[in-house]
């Protein structure tokens, strides 16, 4: 049993929700930092040798507990719900990269932050979980807050943003996937997208092959180190607390996004981006403080495989 599944099945029902969003917070920091080496990367490289190298970095740092969970693998739960979590999964990695060739990583980030507002909806249609309306409100005007940010236009709406939009929307379902498979063994879950990633890679990696160098490979690895962590930690999240408690938190990757733009590629934030980025930390505090508020009285989790 890994670390993570140790700590969590010793946790009450509040508690694994308040855990949940800890771990989310945690992987949106990784996943921002990863993005940015990610953006580096293509700059240089194709979209398609990122993910096959960024994949098999991973999957070496993941052998081990692959071979040691090896018997988890016997009984994977709900086949075609699983195949259609690794194509989604993808996809989503696929036009989020590819988008950042085009456009800024905090503009790229923003149209991402649109995931909560589709999982908030397709998560009480879909997996029939609870939402109440103080939790709609604060996704809305954390989304508001977003729209600031981004100050929409008839320039930004390209051919690439509708890549990052439709990328936002693959994610939203993947995570949606992930809570219904939380039965299935986080390595199952982290070593099957890795998978996944590097055959897409190795399909369209030789169109515009570029031998890397050295250096280049030490990124490749580094981003495969910091997307498998980041992963195992989205992943238990999902399986701790209700999809539509814990995604709302990846608003604050814009935050992430912000930081890392300005320390690498010399973005300087606007008045809009500052002020959006506020209204954003505003919404999630709120729902931390009314999860905390409802953990006293509502018990939603099933117990984390």
Same mark, same amino acid.
């Given at each position: 049993?890994?670390?993570?599944?140790?700590?969590?099945?010793?946790?009450?029902?509040?508690?694994?929700?308040? +855990?949940?969003?800890?771990?989310? =917070?945690?992987?949106?920091?990784?996943?921002?930092?990863?993005?940015?080496?990610?953006?580096? *990367?293509?700059?240089?490289?194709?979209?398609?040798?990122?993910?096959?190298?960024?994949?098999?970095?991973?999957?070496?740092?993941?052998?081990?507990?692959?071979?040691?969970?090896?018997?988890?693998?016997?009984?994977?739960?709900?086949?075609?719900?699983?195949?259609?979590?690794?194509?989604?999964?993808?996809?989503?990695?696929?036009?989020?990269?590819?988008?950042?060739?085009?456009?800024? =990583?905090?503009?790229?980030?923003?149209?991402?932050?649109?995931?909560?507002?589709?999982?908030?909806?397709?998560?009480?249609?879909?997996?029939?979980?609870?939402?109440?309306?103080?939790?709609?409100?604060?996704?809305?005007?954390?989304?508001?807050?977003?729209?600031?940010?981004?100050?929409?236009?008839?320039?930004?709406?390209?051919?690439?943003?509708? *890549?990052?939009?439709?990328?936002?929307?693959?994610?939203?379902?993947? =995570?949606?996937?992930?809570?219904?498979?939380?039965?299935?063994?986080?390595?199952?879950?982290?070593?099957?997208?890795?998978?996944?990633?590097?055959?897409?890679?190795?399909?369209?990696?030789?169109?515009?092959?570029?031998?890397?160098?050295?250096?280049?490979?030490?990124?490749?690895?580094? +981003?495969? +180190?910091?997307? +498998?962590?980041?992963?195992?930690?989205?992943?238990?999240?999902?399986?701790?607390?209700?999809?539509?408690?814990?995604?709302?938190?990846?608003?604050?990757?814009?935050?992430?996004?912000?930081?890392?733009?300005?320390?690498?590629?010399?973005?300087?934030?606007?008045?809009?981006?500052?002020?959006?980025?506020? *209204?954003?930390?505003?919404?999630?505090?709120? *729902?931390?403080?009314?999860?905390?508020?409802?953990?006293?009285?509502?018990?939603?989790?099933?117990?984390?495989?």
């Amino acid at each position: 049993m890994s670390l993570l599944a140790k700590i969590s099945t010793t946790l009450d029902d509040r508690s694994a929700r308040l +855990a949940g969003v800890a771990l989310m =917070l945690v992987s949106v920091c990784m996943f921002a930092f990863g993005d940015t080496l990610g953006k580096y *990367i293509v700059a240089t490289y194709s979209v398609g040798q990122l993910m096959l190298l960024r994949a098999g970095a991973a999957l070496v740092l993941l052998a081990p507990s692959m071979w040691r969970q090896r018997h988890e693998f016997r009984r994977i739960e709900r086949p075609w719900l699983q195949f259609l979590r690794l194509v989604l999964s993808t996809l989503e990695i696929a036009a989020f990269f590819l988008a950042t060739v085009y456009l800024p =990583l905090a503009d790229v980030v923003t149209y991402y932050l649109a995931t909560p507002i589709f999982v908030t909806a397709l998560s009480a249609i879909v997996l029939r979980e609870q939402v109440g309306w103080r939790r709609w409100s604060a996704v809305l005007i954390g989304f508001g807050g977003v729209l600031i940010a981004l100050r929409p236009s008839a320039q930004t709406i390209s051919w690439s943003a509708m *890549i990052a939009l439709a990328g936002s929307f693959a994610f939203s379902c993947s =995570l949606l996937t992930t809570r219904l498979l939380r039965a299935t063994p986080d390595i199952v879950l982290a070593s099957g997208q890795f998978v996944a990633g590097l055959l897409f890679g190795l399909a369209i990696a030789p169109i515009g092959w570029v031998t890397p160098t050295w250096p280049s490979l030490g990124l490749f690895f580094a +981003a495969g +180190a910091i997307s +498998a962590c980041a992963l195992l930690c989205v992943n238990r999240s999902l399986k701790l607390a209700p999809a539509s408690t814990v995604v709302p938190y990846q608003y604050t990757m814009i935050l992430w996004a912000v930081m890392f733009g300005y320390a690498v590629f010399g973005d300087v934030p606007s008045f809009a981006m500052a002020l959006g980025a506020a *209204i954003i930390i505003g919404a999630g505090l709120y *729902i931390f403080l009314r999860e905390r508020e409802l953990g006293r009285n509502e018990s939603v989790v099933n117990p984390p495989a």
